[in-house]
């Protein structure tokens, strides 16, 4: 089973996106970008979930070890965000995210997402 790591700094959106992943992947959750890159430490998930908007450290900050890190420069990563602007979605692609989902979104658009990821890796 593909593990997902999802990283947002509210509990409830955590727990939304758990619920809806969890039927199909090993998920993993986590609060804060600190955290997450101590995570990803000792663990490589398959795709990360990440939001922009965080206290501590922002998604995009969170992208910028990610690829600079050779152990996690490859996992692809899905930005989630309530942000609309369009320069949002094109710094986040310029700093390697595959994709960009807003906030709210249907469950079903997030399982079609993450499941264009890997076709597009085959």
């Not at 709210?104 to 658009?109: A, D, L, N, S």
Request: charged share 30%.
């Amino acid at each position: 089973m593909k593990n997902i790591l999802v990283i947002d700094d509210v509990s409830a959106n955590l727990k939304y996106v758990a619920m809806v992943l969890r039927d199909q992947y090993e998920v993993t959750t986590l609060k804060s970008g600190r955290d997450a890159l101590e995570y990803l430490n000792d663990h490589i998930p398959d795709l990360i979930l990440l939001d922009i908007c965080m206290q501590g450290m922002n998604g995009y900050e969170v992208m910028e070890h990610l690829k600079k890190n050779p152990a996690t420069a490859k996992i692809p990563v899905i930005l989630i965000t309530a942000e609309f602007e369009e320069e949002s979605r094109e710094k986040g692609i310029s700093l390697g995210a595959v994709d960009f989902i807003n906030k709210p979104f249907e469950p079903q658009v997030l399982l079609n997402r993450i499941e264009a990821v890997w076709k597009e890796e085959e």
